[in-house]
C-alpha cells in the first residue's frame, strides 16, 4: 500500500487536518469572500432569486471528474476551465492547449520557474502575462498565466484547457452553487494589494528547519544574482523575522517587495549565518492594464 500526504506541512507553513469535498459542497451553497476572510454556508433552500443577484455575475458549470468547469476565453481563444479553489496560481494552460494555441510564442517575455508544489513535488512553467481571460461574461485583464509542459499528469489532460487558481479568484467573493450547477462572481472593491502580482526574487520557499528554505532558485533571478542557492535556510527578509510570519505571508510579501531598492535577506547556509542583498524586480511584466 502506498501512502501519499496531500498536503504536507512544508509546503503549506502548518499541518492541514482534512479537506472538504464535492460530496459537502453538494449539500449547500458555499460563499468565499477572499476580502473578508469568511466563507459562508447557506441552505441552497433560502438562496432565492434576490441574493443570487446580490452574489454577483452568474456563471453556469458542468462537471468534469467532481470539478466545476466553465466555459471562457484566454487572450481570445475559447477555453474550458476548471475551477480549483486549491491551487494557489492565477490560471494554468494545460500543455495540449499551450502547443495548439501556440501560446508560449505569442508570450516570449516569459520566465520559467516553479510556480507551484504538489504531491508530485515542484511544477515547473513558463509564466507570462496574459493580455485578458474571460470566465463566461467576467473578463480579467492581466492575469498572470502559467503555461505548463507537462508530459503526463493533469496538465497534459487534454479534456481541458485551463485551470483557475485562488490566486485568480481572490479579486471576488465566489458562491458556489452546485445543486443549480452555478458560480457566482462579485468583484472585491478592495482585493489584496498581491493580486496580478508574481515573486520578485525567484525563489520558491517550503518550510524548514529554523527558517523557510529554498527550494528552487531561478537561474538568473535576483536571488540567483545575489548568491543565494538552493537549500539556503532564510531567516529574515527585509529587516523582518520570517519565523514569526507564516509561509502564506512571507510568499506574499515576495510579490510586493520594493523594486526600487535592495532588500536585504538573512540566512543559513551550512549552519553558518550569512546575508545578502538582493534586488527584486517584476519577473513577469506588469500588467499595462
Known amino acids: 500500500m502506498t501512502t501519499l500526504d496531500f498536503s504536507p ?28 476572510n469568511t466563507i459562508t454556508l447557506i441552505d441552497p433552500r433560502r438562496f432565492d432569486a434576490s441574493s443570487r443577484r446580490a452574489a454577483g455575475t452568474g456563471i453556469p458549470f458542468e462537471f468534469y471528474e467532481h470539478m466545476p468547469q466553465v466555459e471562457g476565453r484566454f487572450d481570445g481563444r475559447p477555453a474550458r476551465f476548471n475551477i480549483d479553489t486549491g491551487s494557489r ?24 520557474v516553479t510556480d507551484g508544489w504538489g504531491v508530485g513535488g515542484p511544477s515547473r512553467s513558463y509564466v507570462v502575462r496574459a493580455h485578458a481571460l474571460a470566465l463566461g461574461p467576467v473578463v480579467i485583464r492581466g492575469p498572470v498565466a502559467s503555461l505548463s509542459a507537462a508530459a503526463r499528469g493533469v496538465f497534459s489532460d487534454p479534456s481541458y484547457d485551463g485551470n483557475i487558481g485562488s490566486g485568480l479568484l481572490k479579486r471576488f467573493a465566489v458562491t458556489f452553487d452546485y445543486t443549480r450547477r452555478m458560480i457566482y462572481l462579485r468583484p472585491l472593491a478592495r482585493p489584496d494589494p498581491d493580486v496580478g502580482g508574481f515573486d520578485r526574487t525567484g525563489l520558491w520557499l517550503n518550510l524548514g528547519s529554523g527558517g523557510l528554505e529554498a527550494m528552487d532558485v531561478a537561474p538568473d533571478g535576483p536571488a540567483a544574482e545575489a548568491g543565494l542557492r538552493k537549500g539556503d535556510v532564510l531567516t529574515a527578509i527585509d529587516g523582518s523575522d520570517v519565523t514569526r510570519q507564516s509561509l502564506s505571508d512571507v510568499r506574499r510579501e515576495l510579490k510586493l517587495l520594493p523594486t526600487d531598492r535592495p532588500v536585504a535577506i538573512g540566512y543559513r ?4 549565518a550569512r546575508t545578502a542583498e538582493i534586488r527584486p524586480r517584476d519577473l513577469v511584466p506588469a500588467s499595462s492594464d
Open 89 to 112: 496560481v492565477e490560471v494554468t494552460l494545460t500543455s495540449p492547449f499551450v502547443q495548439r494555441e501556440h501560446l508560449k510564442e505569442l508570450h516570449p517575455t516569459g520566465v520559467t
Open 9 to 36: 506541512a512544508p509546503v503549506e507553513g502548518f499541518q492541514v487536518g482534512g479537506m472538504l469535498g464535492v460530496e459537502f459542497l453538494e449539500r449547500l451553497v458555499v460563499q468565499i469572500d477572499y476580502g473578508a
Open 269 to 272: 547556509r551550512g549552519g553558518e
